[in-house]
C-alpha cells in the first residue's frame, strides 16, 4: 500500500520517435538551461544547484524507451535517464562524470530507499565522447536494460523483492551537481549532457491512466479509452473503456 492520491496521468498511447537535433519537442517541458542545436538537446550543469531537465508531459504504462545520449563529463557530475511515476516507482540508467568506463542501472518501487542494493554498474567505455543508445524496456514481468542494442541487464519481477515499478511513468532527462563550485578547478562546470533522439514507445493506450485504489499495483491502473497492456507482446491483460 501507498499514500499517495494520484491524479489521472495523460497518457502518451503510441509510438514516436524525437528527433531533437531539428527543434524543441512538442509533449515535452524543460527546466533550466536546456537549449537545442544540430547535436540534439543540450543540458548544461553551469554552477552549483544545477540541474536542467527535459521531461516528458505524457506518460507510459510499461513501453520501450530508447535514449540516444553523450553524458556529461566532470567530477561531481551525475547524467541520468529515468521513467519515474507519481508514486516513486523509479527506472534508471545514470553516468558519473568522473567515470568515463561505465554506467549504472537501478530501480526504486514506491520510492523505497530503505536499503541501496538494487544498483549495478556495466562496461560503457567512452560514454563522454561518443553517442550511444541507451534502452529501458519494461512490461510486468521484467526490465530490459540495453546499450546499442546489446542486453546488459535483466530484471524479472519475481526477483524484485516487492519493489518492481509497475506505475505510469513520465520520461526525465538530465544532469546535476553533485559537487560544489568551491572545490578545486576542473570540478565545476559548465559541463553538458546531450540527448540526440529519444524514442517512445506506450505498450498500453488511451487518453488517460488512472490510479483505482492506493495498491500500487499495475492490475490497479486503468486505462480511459484504451488498455493496459502488461507484455511487451501487446496482449492485454487489463482493460476499459471511458
Not at 527543434?23 to 544540430?38: A, C, I, M, R
Not at 540526440?196 to 495498491?215: A, L, N, Q, R, W
Request: hydrophobic share 30%.
Amino acid at each position: 500500500m501507498f499514500a499517495h492520491n494520484c491524479p489521472k496521468d495523460p497518457a502518451f498511447g503510441t509510438s514516436a520517435t524525437f528527433d531533437l537535433t531539428k527543434s524543441l519537442p512538442n509533449k515535452w517541458k524543460t527546466v533550466g538551461t536546456v537549449t537545442q542545436d544540430k547535436d540534439g538537446v543540450a543540458l548544461t550543469v553551469a554552477k552549483k544547484l544545477d540541474g536542467p531537465v527535459l521531461q516528458s508531459d505524457f506518460y507510459i504504462m510499461f513501453g520501450r524507451v530508447e535514449y540516444t545520449i553523450k553524458a556529461a563529463p566532470g567530477a561531481g557530475i551525475v547524467s541520468s535517464a529515468v521513467l519515474q511515476s507519481d508514486c516513486l516507482d523509479e527506472i534508471d540508467w545514470e553516468w558519473l562524470g568522473g567515470d568515463n568506463a561505465q554506467v549504472q542501472t537501478n530501480y526504486f518501487g514506491k520510492g523505497d530507499t530503505t536499503t541501496y542494493d538494487r544498483g549495478a554498474f556495466h562496461p560503457d567505455p567512452g560514454n563522454h565522447e561518443t553517442f550511444k543508445t541507451y534502452t529501458i524496456d519494461w512490461d510486468s514481468n521484467r526490465i530490459l536494460w540495453q546499450i546499442d542494442g546489446n542486453t546488459v541487464r535483466t530484471l524479472e519481477e519475481k526477483n524484485a523483492k516487492g519493489q518492481y515499478p509497475q506505475t505510469p511513468c513520465f520520461i526525465k532527462v538530465g544532469p546535476w551537481a553533485a559537487g560544489d563550485p568551491s572545490n578545486s578547478p576542473g570540478t565545476i562546470g559548465p559541463f553538458t549532457m546531450f540527448l540526440k533522439s529519444i524514442k517512445v514507445t506506450d505498450y498500453s493506450s488511451g487518453s488517460e491512466y488512472e490510479y483505482t485504489d492506493k495498491s500500487g499495483s499495475w492490475k490497479s491502473i486503468k486505462a480511459i479509452d484504451g488498455s493496459v497492456k502488461g507484455d511487451s507482446s501487446g496482449a492485454t491483460t487489463s482493460s476499459s473503456t471511458g
